[in-house]
């Protein structure tokens, strides 16, 4: 286990050899670490580390702790966190803890108390994640850098680093991360001639890869087709391995789902430009002035340029100007797309019922005290037919309209069903409620009462079931007065 009191000792010699303006700058860098601090003392607890150190440690596992509280930001809330952590670490077993990731969340719509009685102030929900650690002993010269939240739970800003000696009887050093390839692209055209931000219709998927990076979201929910999506507003479609259409608007996404597709910087905030100066929301008036054409709007209230070999669709939204129903068009989308694609019907294949059946197994299981297998989870739930990149090490596969597993670090960290992920006309699988055991889609608080634990945290509308292997929380929908269950989510310890 780590020994301040050493490590501190054993500094004393170091500052000796340096200036005092060194030995001032180096003092305010290392203060988090060399202070004992509140959270980390008068107990025998595993401490908080403000730094990595420099050798390689064991992960023994990572560990997720959190609470509801109406006071987020109180220094108490996160002492109750971080002190929850520190008591698993030394059940585990570990030296100490690395905080690697918090989140803060409206645990209901603050809509609902607006001008209502302070007594229902909004409640937010308060997690802390870390890594529980052993450590290793070694002697090293190395650059010594913080970690992504201190002892306190304060988020560390970047570059915080200093190279120092330390001689110390443990020492840990930051994991290696991978990083997600995301170029850097200076082009915002879109035209006809030359594509969009210099690809265009025709490029294999692995040369739109080399140029674009890899995709936020991949669906594969068409035999033979292909869609990749960067960021949220922009669509590639990929037939024979071959690029066919790009859209800024995929109608099928549902809001749920595309509020999930992580942003990307470019993508969703660079304008794509139209013949140098037109972008999204410019009026229709300018876009046919710049464009130099007589161009009309179809029933669709789209412009459609065809070209020898593509084609390029302008699609316009409009603004009542006045009670005489006049209307102000502008750009709103666009699609470019090959004139040879022909747009197939996009289904999932069915296979919902057998999903859900095997999520009741595998939940049986963990009411015994059994641990899910990874593996075996994706060999019976089948292969996922799109998957959301989230970051370099975590990705959510969607198996079915409703089912998302999320994945972080080759650990299983949840189990969602939520209401409608796609909207596919026709596609009556839709239709079917899922189930996760006895809590069905569409069913009331009522009619699920009697499934309801007796120490079943209830929050408005949101019931939480805890158990040693995992959280199941419930979700409702507070504006049907039958509260009916739309969404449920199962997040492993």
């Known amino acids: 286990m780590v020994n301040h009191q050493d490590f501190i000792i054993q500094l004393k010699g170091f500052y000796m050899n340096f200036s005092p303006l060194k030995i001032i700058t180096l003092a305010y860098l290392f203060s988090s670490s060399l202070y004992i601090p509140s959270v980390n003392a008068t107990d025998n607890l595993p401490p908080i580390l403000d730094y990595y150190p420099n050798c390689s440690y064991k992960i023994i596992e990572y560990h997720l702790a959190k609470v509801i509280t109406e006071q987020p930001l109180a220094e108490q809330t996160a002492l109750t966190l971080l002190t929850k952590l520190r008591r698993k670490a030394k059940d585990r077993g570990a030296d100490a803890l690395i905080l690697i990731n918090k989140d803060v969340n409206k645990a209901m719509s603050m809509d609902k108390f607006y001008g209502q009685n302070t007594a229902n102030a909004t409640k937010f929900i308060v997690s802390y994640e870390a890594e529980l650690i052993k450590g290793c002993k070694v002697v090293s010269r190395s650059e010594t850098k913080a970690t992504p939240y201190n002892h306190k739970g304060y988020q560390v800003k970047k570059g915080m680093s200093s190279s120092i000696t330390i001689q110390t009887k443990v020492v840990f050093t930051p994991p290696t991360k991978a990083k997600l390839n995301h170029p850097i692209i200076t082009n915002n055209e879109l035209s006809l001639v030359n594509g969009i931000y210099g690809i265009n219709i025709g490029l294999e998927y692995q040369q739109v890869i080399d140029k674009f990076g890899e995709p936020s979201i991949v669906l594969s929910m068409t035999e033979g087709l292909i869609i990749t999506g960067y960021g949220r507003s922009h669509w590639l479609?990929?037939?024979?391995?071959?690029?066919?259409?790009?859209?800024?608007?995929?109608?099928?996404?549902?809001?749920?789902?595309?509020?999930?597709?992580?942003?990307?910087?470019?993508?969703?905030?660079?304008?794509?430009?139209?013949?140098?100066?037109?972008?999204?929301?410019?009026?229709?008036?300018?876009?046919?002035?710049?464009?130099?054409?007589?161009?009309?709007?179809?029933?669709?209230?789209?412009?459609?340029?065809?070209?020898?070999?593509?084609?390029?669709?302008?699609?316009?939204?409009?603004?009542?100007?006045?009670?005489?129903?006049?209307?102000?068009?502008?750009?709103?989308?666009?699609?470019?797309?090959?004139?040879?694609?022909?747009?197939?019907?996009s289904k999932v294949e069915n296979k919902r019922e057998g999903q859900f059946d095997s999520l009741r197994r595998i939940i049986a299981n963990l009411n015994q005290g059994n641990s899910i297998d990874l593996g075996l989870l994706k060999s019976v739930l089948g292969q996922p037919f799109g998957r959301i990149t989230v970051s370099a090490t975590s990705y959510i596969d969607i198996y079915n309209e409703n089912l998302l597993v999320e994945i972080k670090r080759a650990e299983l960290v949840s189990i969602q069903l939520l209401d409608e992920l796609f909207r596919i006309k026709g596609d009556l699988s839709t239709k079917t409620p899922w189930y996760l055991g006895d809590f069905v889609q569409g069913k009331s608080i009522k009619d699920l009462d009697s499934f309801f634990p007796a120490d079943i945290y209830k929050l408005d509308n949101m019931y939480e079931i805890d158990s040693e292997e995992y959280q199941l929380t419930l979700f409702f929908d507070d504006s049907d007065e039958n509260n009916t269950l739309y969404e449920a989510k199962v997040t492993m310890y």
Request: charged fraction near 25%; hydrophobic fraction near 40%; charge should be positive.
């Open 237 to 345: 479609h990929f037939q024979n391995n071959k690029l066919v259409k790009v859209q800024s608007k995929l109608s099928i996404v549902s809001p749920v789902l595309l509020n999930m597709v992580p942003l990307r910087d470019f993508f969703d905030k660079t304008p794509w430009v139209l013949a140098t100066k037109i972008a999204r929301q410019s009026s229709f008036l300018d876009v046919k002035t710049a464009m130099m054409m007589d161009m009309k709007l179809n029933s669709q209230k789209e412009v459609v340029i065809k070209g020898k070999e593509n084609s390029l669709i302008l699609a316009f939204g409009y603004r009542q100007l006045s009670e005489d129903n006049d209307k102000n068009y502008f750009l709103e989308d666009f699609s470019l797309e090959s004139n040879s694609y022909i747009e197939t019907k």
